[in-house]
Nanobody, 121 residues
Framework: VQLVESGGGSVQAGGSLRLSCAAS????????MGWFRQIPGKERERVAT???????TYTDSVKGRFTISKDNTNNILYLQMNSLKPEDTAMYYC????????????????WGQGTQVTVSS
């Protein structure tokens, strides 16, 4: 599946952004989809995951501020980011495990090209 992210940009601390990830095919039965972020020189970090129809998990640093959701009709994965902090600055990537849910542990086989998020203090 092809994934195309959008919605990144520059925002001041405390602001909000909504990232979108448009998929080339139906996402409603995918085993899992997720958002990751990476800063140059650092390892990629998992930000949020959606399993199958709707179970979600988040890394501790974004809990209560970020929300992952998906629109199965339009095949779009979202990441709503509120109360942004400078430490949220990174390239954000969308990923998909396109095997039919439930398939067990997530194994992401498709990735988008990324969208940059920059938060200034």
């Amino acid at each position: 599946v092809q994934l195309v992210e959008s919605g990144g940009g520059s925002v001041q601390a405390g602001g909000s952004l909504r990232l979108s990830c448009a998929a080339s095919r139906y996402i409603g039965r995918m085993n899992c989809m997720g958002w990751f972020r990476q800063i140059p020189g650092k390892e990629r970090e998992r930000v949020a995951t959606m399993y199958g129809p709707g179970t979600t998990t988040y890394t501790d640093s974004v809990k209560g501020r970020f929300t992952i959701s998906k629109d199965n009709t339009n095949n779009i994965l979202y990441l709503q980011m509120n109360s942004l902090k400078p430490e949220d600055t990174a390239m954000y990537y969308c990923a998909a495990d396109s095997r039919d849910w439930p398939y067990g542990q997530c194994r992401y086989n498709d990735w988008g090209q990324g969208t940059q998020v920059t938060v200034s203090s």
